[in-house]
């Protein structure tokens, strides 16, 4: 993705043992921390 910066930011996010949408508190918190990262 592009920050707003305009920088490309390439990242990995491991969650062992993670299922998408089978804990919404981790799926929302996965999002709020790309959202960041995007706002940096």
């Keep these: 993705m592009n920050a707003k910066s ?3 930011l390439s990242f ?5 043992k ?4 089978s804990n ?3 799926s929302d918190s996965l999002v709020k921390l790309v959202t960041l ?3 940096m």
């Design 18 to 21: 993670y299922v998408p949408g």
């Design 37 to 39: 990262m995007a706002e």
């Design 24 to 26: 919404r508190v981790i």
């Design 6 to 8: 305009g920088a490309l």
């Design 12 to 16: 990995t996010i491991i969650a062992h």
